[in-house]
């Protein structure tokens, strides 16, 4: 290390310093002499290594100094400290170190190394962090999993061990179900969205082992070799491991990232779960980018102007400052306000700068050692298995040849979208899957939708036979999609310019009412899928479920609803018995449009034997404040059983008063029992209290899901919270989150 900073008559101009001594003899024999002086064998054995790993082979033999002999050591010239800091003679012959000297380049190399393996432990213990996350995730699932099958003949009568039940029922009222404070969960606070509890913690762990891992353990002295003042040193150490750890960061954010993600199947936690990840992770990995910039160029600077102008001449130089700049942009715009308005256009920033950084990432780390480049392998490793798996899953799923059919409901705002498919396995309640429009020019933008129903039309499914070969099954999967802005917007314009505009076939069972008018027209669509977790929720294992519904949120819970039907068919029992449908839609003809198919093909099958052990009851809130007044106002002209105060009189029902002077009002005359229609926003918080009301019956379980408006499902949770705080711990909440 000493001799690096001396310059040896013959030492070739211009060669980096870890070349120089390969090359020169006069600098080898130096170095060989000092190591005979002051090393053990085993010193001398790994020292040699590393210069023969530093000159690739390529320097001289241990031989070099046979003829020098103890004597002829003592004549060098010996070199002390201030020796280096003075104006450097070339020096014609061999030197030796003074103690002081020794000692100091010793230290450097010492501190340097620290550094180096600090760096090296502490960002590992990132991954080590999400290891242990990830394994507590698995664990708990399987000890989920095992519960549920030990309790699968039981129906609830097993109890399990009193001390996990407990302590499930605690870790659900205070860690998983609460929001991380306050209200706000799934509705932002402001531009910012907050975490649910746990994850929130998770997050709050991570950033803290980042924070203090980078701030811990530097060990700056007077006189390093490398860098003279103490705080250059720092600033190194400190840009090395920010950089360092950003590195390490980006296969984590690049794996919570995916849509095919090994993690989400391991631990049942959602999509939604691990992109808030996925978000924490880049952002401190930016900020450490950026860190990791500004303190190389002060220490740069520091070195003097010329140095910072030679650095910044090379590559890898501006290939960082590239890369930085990638991230920084990228961060900003992921932000919540464009990812909202322009989510198109966040998406397409997101891939290009993502490419970009790789790129820059890559040339940025190719001058030094193999081992950081591969971060960056890996990254596009995961990038790669994700996309190839996107591409398998559309080119096995689809049918080619075969055309989707959509129907577009203009009074209901609903598109139903039938996509058949070829599938191996039975499609479940609660996947999502990504949809492609082949038509126009954007057929590579796709949205996910949630699967509200399915049919299997192979013949092996339909009569039960037991088939040889197994062989794909002809499923059809439907989607209810509320047109918005973009993608859907243009899915609706489509099906109206090429629909053949026909009278709703059904027109006549609405007795006689106004026909509604639908547009039907088949459109060419790819589906990625299925996404998601179903396995997680499944509401035949509670003893009631109420779902909390608003808008087209409904497809969730059709999808629980078709799932039901199919394990009811087997007539094996089954714990549940009881579902609370509370829906709240703007309009009446969102909840016709799929009362005459989905839900009345439950009520339909559910008067038969097999799964009349089920009740459903439907709650259905109308909250169109147009549509309150006109009932408000019949109800008033209705005789003597009407009241005209609309805040009480909000509710009927089939087998009550029915306003059949709307043609939407003969319709709900033919609704059947218990379908209540209430003329008003459902009131959760009572709708909750009631329902967990339920929990003092011993050994009783409740499912509440939520799906809808964002501020919906955190009025749902807040009750949920409020209602386990009250005692009521039968209660396992579910929100769809996005
Ligand atoms: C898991 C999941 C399941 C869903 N299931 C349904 C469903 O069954 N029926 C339904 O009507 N809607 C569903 N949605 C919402 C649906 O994906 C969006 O409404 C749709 O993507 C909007 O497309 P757009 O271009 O018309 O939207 P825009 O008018 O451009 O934007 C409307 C909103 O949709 C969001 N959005 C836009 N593109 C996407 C995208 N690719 N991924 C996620 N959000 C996006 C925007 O941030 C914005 O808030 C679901 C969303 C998720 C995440
Ligand atoms: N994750 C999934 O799987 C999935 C699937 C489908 C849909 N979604 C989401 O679900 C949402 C549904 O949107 P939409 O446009 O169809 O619904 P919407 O029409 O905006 O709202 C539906 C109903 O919910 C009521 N509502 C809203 N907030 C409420 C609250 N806090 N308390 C009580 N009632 C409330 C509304 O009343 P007002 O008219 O008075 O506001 C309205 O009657 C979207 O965000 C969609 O992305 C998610």
Redesign the pocket.
Known sequence: MGFRYVAFEGDPVGAKRKVLQCRNLLRVQSTYVCMRARCNEHEIEVGMKAIDDDCKGKTFDWSVIDNITQSDEAGFHQIGYEDLRKKKPKYDEPLTLTDHLYELSWRTMYEREEADSDEWNYGHAMLGFWGGVVGIGLLNRIFTLVLSWLDRGSYGQNRPNRVMSKLRTWTRKHITTPGLFGYHCSHPLGYCTIPPRLQALTVFAYVTLNVVLSSVDYHAFHNNLSYELKSSQIYRYFADRCGFFSLVNMPILWIFAMRNDVLIWLTGWTYATYNRFHRWAARLATLEALLHGIFYTVSYLQSGKKKYNLESKRRFFWMGIISVSCMCLLCAFSVRPIRKRFYEFFLLCHIAFAALILVGVYYHLKIFLEEFIGYTWACVALWSVDRVCRVIRIASLNRIGHQSIAVYNPEAQTIKLDVPVRSWFRPKQGS?YFVYLMHGSKVWENHP??LSSWTISSPSETTGAATRRPRPKNVNLSFII?PQQGFTARLRDLVVMNSRNTKDQEAGATGGAVPIRRFQSPVRVLVEGPYGVPQTLRLDRYNSALLII???????ALGHLRSLLDVLETQMPIRLQRITLVW???DAAMFFEVFDDELGDFWRRQSSQTTSRLKLQIDL????PIAIMQYSASIAGDGPSSRSDPEKITCLTSTSTVPTSTPKGKRYAELPPHVNVIYK??P?QNIIESEASLCSDKGHSLAIVA??????V??TRAAVVAEMHNGHDCITFFP???
Not at 550 to 556: D, E, F, Q
Not at 621 to 624: F, N, P, R, V
Not at 707 to 712: A, E, F, K, L
């Open positions: 999502y939708f949630t509320r608003g808008g087209s949120g409904i497809t969730v709240a839609v703007r809130h109308i909250s169109d926003r459902p959760i799906c809808g408006p964002s501020r919906m955190d009025d769809e989150q996005m």
